[in-house]
């Protein structure tokens, strides 16, 4: 059977219920984050509440627990699921009030946690993705975790359209990033992403990753840059919690070229693995 939470209880997936008058529900107000289990153990937990906590700042939702007692919630979660590998989706929104676009603040929050499996990396992570470009439609408050994603979903289909696996999103002729990942371009053994600004989501595997590379003698260029830059990069990869290090084989769309599983993306991938948890 599986279990989800719902506020601090922990109860079967099929008796779980959300209130209609839920601002998740109405407006997608509310932010969520994503963490992956390895041998059974949440990694990069606490970066990710800080994340939280960022978000909820941002927003002006009151976060209903403290970073303890979620951490507590998400380890119970995890061992009442029986979970390996995998992740953890847990979730707030700002709570229940009938429908307005001016919130209030003496709502309560919601709280909301739930597991899947995670996705087989290995033939992805050797021979690499196909990605779309194509314009990034979201607002302009991309720093911020919410579950409001109808512009990454409507890129995403985009991509899966034209039998892509990511779509990479620029504005205006800038890269910014992909639809539910990072983009690191590497050219002569330096790494190239676009500075955690608010037209990005400043991801925990992508910080990690910056944090590997500069240990290991990497340099690492924060920068926006132009569309055609992809023409000329030797390597390119996305990195998300759920996808790790994935390298690009392939852009398609507003501009086509391909790219090699390059030494340094395979590399990083090596260094990055190496910070996992393992069985123990």
């Known amino acids: 059977m599986e279990y989800i939470i719902q506020n601090e209880k922990i109860i079967p997936k099929t008796e779980a219920s959300?209130?209609?008058d839920d601002r998740g529900y109405y407006f997608g107000d509310g932010i969520y984050e994503v963490v992956k289990v390895y041998a059974g153990q949440p990694f990069a937990m606490d970066l990710h509440l800080n994340r939280l906590i960022e978000s909820s700042k941002k927003?002006?939702?009151?976060?209903?627990?403290?970073?303890?007692?979620?951490?507590?919630?998400?380890?119970?979660?995890?061992?009442?699921?029986?979970?390996?590998?995998?992740?953890?989706?847990?979730?707030?929104?700002?709570?229940?009030?009938?429908?307005?676009?001016l919130y209030s603040r003496e709502s309560t929050p919601i709280f909301t946690a739930f597991t899947q499996p995670a996705q087989t990396l290995e033939d992805s992570q050797k021979n690499g993705i196909d990605v779309w470009l194509t314009d990034d439609i979201r607002w302009l408050?991309?720093?911020?975790?919410?579950?409001?994603?109808?512009?990454?979903?409507?890129?995403k289909r985009e991509a899966a359209d034209n039998k892509c696996q990511e779509a990479i999103?620029?504005?205006?002729?800038?890269?910014?990033?992909?639809?539910s990942s990072n983009l690191f371009l590497i050219k002569d053994k330096v790494l190239y992403t676009h500075p955690a600004t608010n037209l990005i989501l400043n991801g925990i595997t992508r910080q990690l990753i910056i944090d590997v590379a500069q240990k290991?003698?990497?340099?690492?260029?924060?920068?926006?840059?132009?569309?055609?830059v992809l023409e000329h990069a030797d390597e390119a990869f996305i990195s998300s919690s759920s996808v790790e290090i994935t390298p690009i084989k392939a852009v398609y769309g507003q501009l086509s070229t391909t790219f090699p599983v390059g030494p340094v993306t395979k590399d990083l991938q090596k260094k990055f693995k190496e910070l996992l948890p393992k069985v123990k």
């Open 169 to 179: 999103l620029h504005r205006n002729g800038t890269i910014t990033e992909g639809s």
């Open 59 to 101: 927003l002006d939702i009151t976060l209903p627990y403290s970073k303890e007692k979620i951490t507590q919630f998400i380890t119970t979660l995890i061992e009442k699921n029986s979970i390996q590998d995998g992740l953890v989706y847990f979730q707030v929104t700002r709570g229940v009030e009938p429908r307005n676009h």
């Open 18 to 20: 959300i209130h209609f």
């Open 141 to 155: 408050r991309c720093d911020i975790k919410t579950i409001n994603l109808l512009g990454n979903v409507m890129v």
């Open 216 to 228: 290991h003698d990497y340099s690492v260029v924060e920068e926006p840059f132009p569309v055609d």
